[in-house]
């Protein structure tokens, strides 16, 4: 089905491990972007991206990596996890930096 | 840099109530605004949008926002609220860059 995934759905891991979280588009659209949603804070953008191998930093951006070789795909790496990164993770994609995002499911990351 | 402020961090209502949200941003210039809602463990989706023209429009469920640019505003309302609206609500803004501003957001809870 057309749409945009995330997975894991939910990740348990510990502080300083690795973890990539995926976000993958059936649509082709241009720009992707990551979020964290957290309490009090609402979602703050991590990364985003205009087009394939074309990245950009968000608000939050430190400690994260991101990729984007193909247009449907979009992870995000932790390089080395830490708790304060525990929180939830949306993806979204769009056709136009203007228009409507439409958001994944979200993955529930917690760092112990 | 450009803010949103939604000053009503958490709204309690009983069904039938009518619900005004507020929305107020930084940018002096021109804007596309949002309302996205998430509901309990779903992903965000869109309520509504303004990029010109009337400023006062409609979205879906029978929610409504006014633009009021000289207030830099851009408040929710709902005449009759129910139970089912009982969701999370993110007011967002683009001022025409790459990238969406969201608010802290404002929990609604809405009782029977």
């Known amino acids: 089905d057309a749409g945009i995934t995330q997975s894991p759905r939910y990740k348990i891991t510990e502080t300083g491990r690795q973890v990539t979280l995926m976000c993958h588009q059936t649509?082709?659209?241009?720009?992707m972007f990551w979020y964290r949603q957290d309490l009090g804070h609402g979602l703050r953008l991590i990364y985003y991206?205009?087009?394939?191998?074309?990245?950009d930093k968000g608000e939050v951006p430190d400690g994260y990596v991101v990729s984007r070789s193909k247009t449907e795909n979009f992870p995000l790496t932790l390089e080395s996890a830490t708790r304060s990164q525990t929180s939830v993770y949306f993806c979204?994609?769009?056709?136009?930096?203007?228009?409507?995002?439409?958001f994944g499911p979200g993955t529930r990351l917690t760092v112990t | 840099a450009q803010s949103v402020s939604q000053h009503n961090h958490h709204v309690i209502l009983s069904e039938a109530a009518s619900l005004e949200l507020g929305c107020n941003y930084s940018?002096?210039?021109?804007?596309?605004l949002f309302w996205y809602v998430q509901y309990p463990g779903q992903h965000l989706q869109l309520l509504l949008k303004?990029?010109?023209?009337?400023?006062l429009v409609k979205g879906i469920k029978g929610f409504e926002a006014e633009f009021i640019k000289s207030k830099f505003s851009f408040n929710l309302r709902k005449p009759s609220v129910q139970w089912s609206d009982t969701a999370e609500y993110f007011c967002?803004?683009?001022?025409?860059?790459?990238?969406?501003?969201f608010g802290t957001g404002t929990r609604l809870q809405v009782f029977p």
């Open positions: 979204a994609s769009t056709s136009g930096w203007a228009d409507e995002q439409y």
């Open positions: 649509w082709s659209h241009s720009y």
């Open positions: 940018y002096g210039g021109t804007v596309n």
């Open positions: 967002a803004v683009n001022d025409n860059t790459d990238k969406l501003i």
């Open positions: 991206s205009a087009a394939a191998d074309i990245t």
């Open positions: 303004y990029f010109s023209g009337d400023p």
